[in-house]
């Protein structure tokens, strides 16, 4: 499995304007370039090299290969679309390859710029080493909030998959970024708190309107993304650990264009369309890959609305968004950890019958009988 390592730059000031420099050009270059292969409706790499090569060299004085990565770069964006002239910002990524960026060592990197090639020091964070015998394919330098990194690109061996004995289902919300059918809630209080309260001074800065406010305003702008990400890297690492400790696979429901699908009241707009839905499986995906925990996805159709006993699907079986009562059998429960019941069993159903791996989807987790009730 490919995993990506961001390696911060720690550039001198003279260091940082030769990647200034570099970045400006090379995206000049692009623009260049883009502009005769949409003119021209000339999409093919090596044709496109014969035509803007020697210009590339001549008026960004960009090294032989950082002008053919280029023009790389610019057939490689036409592969999406090839209706629409496309534009490449000053700072857009640059994509280096071996011939012109090295390692040296565990502190320096050796890279190549409009002003030659020069060694910059590094630093790799909690990782400690580079892998560098794992290194797969190119290198894409970029600029963030003003600070250099090069994303690398690491082949991580996978775990041998397990044979799971069980099946965990796990449905992911605002109210609760995920509920699994053991009877574990993860709370979202903590992220929504956040967004209310940066949603507020974002609303007080922007009426102010001073240079202040706007820098405090970008400074602002990432903060809350970032907690967002940390807390559901900790909350899924957590579904996983458990997972993998008892054996289980995972169940999740597949929230494809579920924005599309879904409408919310205005004033919670913000917080539905702040939710990382993408985010949360790619997260417990490759989670549970590393782990060698087989991944289940279902479909998310009335997960809410059923009931895992009796298996009758109503709108009245939700009386409220937290409660579910089934107006057929009488049970009662909280609804995301219904949804979550619903899940498990789903993915059970859903699997092959092979000797050794038939999940009995009909009985509920013993987890279940703390957090289910059944009306007299």
């Not at 390696?7 to 995206?27: S, W």
């Not at 960009?62 to 036409?78: D, F, G, P």
């Not at 008892?246 to 169940?251: K, Y």
Request: some cysteine; aromatic content about 8%; proline content about 3%.
């Amino acid at each position: 499995m490919l995993k990506t390592l961001q390696i911060k730059l720690l550039p001198n000031d003279a260091q940082r304007e030769a990647l200034i420099d570099t970045f400006v050009q090379f995206n000049g270059a692009c623009n260049f370039v883009s502009g005769i292969a949409f003119e021209r409706r000339l999409f093919n790499k090596v044709f496109l090299q014969r035509i803007v090569y020697r210009d590339i060299r001549e008026r960004f004085g960009l090294a032989s290969q950082l002008a053919v990565r280029v023009i790389a770069k610019v057939v490689e964006t036409y592969k999406t679309d090839k209706t629409v002239f496309h534009e490449f910002r000053d700072y857009g990524s640059i994509v280096y390859d071996p011939r012109i960026m090295s390692f040296k060592g565990l502190d320096q990197v050796s890279i190549n710029t409009v002003h030659g090639r020069i060694r910059i020091p590094i630093t790799i964070g909690k990782y400690g080493k580079i892998p560098f015998q794992r290194i797969r394919g190119q290198c894409d330098l970029i600029r963030k909030n003003k600070i250099f990194y090069i994303m690398v690109a690491i082949d991580v061996p996978d775990e041998p998959a397990i044979k799971p004995k069980d099946i965990i289902g796990v449905d992911m919300g605002i109210e609760n970024i995920a509920v699994d059918s053991t009877g574990k809630y993860y709370s979202g209080d903590d992220i929504r708190e956040v967004r209310e309260r940066n949603a507020d001074l974002r609303d007080r800065l922007q009426y102010v309107g001073t240079k202040s406010a706007k820098k405090h305003l970008k400074k602002l702008s990432g903060k809350e993304s970032r907690f967002a990400r940390n807390t559901n890297h900790t909350i899924l690492k957590e579904i996983v650990q458990k997972a993998r400790g008892t054996s289980s696979a995972i169940a999740i429901e597949d929230l494809s264009g579920i924005r599309k699908r879904t409408t919310v009241r205005k004033g919670n707009r913000y917080i539905h369309n702040s939710w990382a839905f993408y985010q949360l499986r790619l997260f417990i995906e490759y989670k549970a890959r590393e782990a060698g925990i087989p991944v289940i996805v279902v479909d998310p159709h009335n997960t809410s609305r059923e009931c895992p006993e009796c298996h009758t699907i109503d709108r009245g079986n939700r009386p409220e968004r937290s409660k579910f009562k089934c107006i057929s059998c009488g049970l009662e429960g909280e609804a995301d950890f219904i949804a979550s019941l619903n899940i498990r069993n789903r993915a059970a159903v859903n699997q092959p019958i092979v000797t050794g791996a038939i999940f009995d989807h009909s009985i509920l987790p013993v987890a279940s009988s703390k957090a289910l009730a059944r009306s007299c």
